[in-house]
């Protein structure tokens, strides 16, 4: 699962869906709809509205019709709490996609609060996340609620130290190469294949890179 979602990722798509709150900066005519205490047609300056991730993308951050609100796990009192310590804040409970929403919200928010939050938090809660996957088993679970990206993390980090301590303990063969590493091997091997065939059609072979 990637931190960069693709075009068909559930996650993206449930993230995307969320309703930030936004302050109407002009008149906008026939968008009275968008407030559902309006009693006019026309959308008046001033109002609030709430308006789904999706929508305010479209748009520019400093476009003149409306201006986003930073939601309120991302404020002053939590900036505090996380800069005390973060690892004891759970997450799952402010939001299931407390970074991925945050990476959203931070290309508007003119403070810039959000993204300071988003980078304390992850940096603080990486070590202790670490620590927990070295502590525990598969079939254990921290007893904080872990955020979608963490919960990701954490999962995989279990799987890879039970495979490691495995491994030490001769439970297994082997231990198999990463994806990347594969790859990597399967594109020498066809660059050696190209090469051994441009020598044997008398062409120049390619220099073989490090």
Request: net charge negative; aromatic share 10%; with cysteine.
């Amino acid at each position: 699962m990637s931190y960069y979602p693709n075009y068909y990722s559930v996650d993206d798509i449930l993230v995307t869906h969320e309703r930030v709150p936004c302050n109407v900066n002009t008149k906008l005519l026939k968008m009275g709809f968008l407030d559902p205490g309006s009693e006019t047609s026309d959308l008046e300056p001033g109002k609030s509205v709430n308006l789904p991730l999706w929508y305010l993308k479209e748009l520019k951050p400093n476009n003149p019709y409306f201006s986003v609100q930073v939601p309120e796990i991302y404020k002053n009192v939590h900036k505090a709490v996380c800069e005390a310590d973060a690892t004891n804040i759970e997450l799952g409970k402010l939001h299931q996609y407390f970074y991925e929403y945050g990476r959203h919200i931070t290309p508007y928010d003119r403070n810039h609060i959000v993204g300071k939050i988003v980078f304390e938090s992850m940096r603080q809660r990486v070590q202790h996340l670490l620590e927990i996957c070295k502590s525990t088993t598969v079939d254990e679970k921290p007893e904080l609620k872990l955020e979608t990206l963490e919960n990701g993390l954490y999962d995989q980090g279990v799987r890879t130290n039970t495979m490691f301590k495995d491994w030490l303990q001769f439970k297994t063969s082997s231990i198999s190469a990463s994806g990347l590493v594969q790859e990597y091997a399967k594109k020498r091997k066809r660059d050696a294949m190209s090469d051994n065939e441009d020598e044997e059609n008398g062409g120049p072979a390619k220099r073989q890179t490090i």
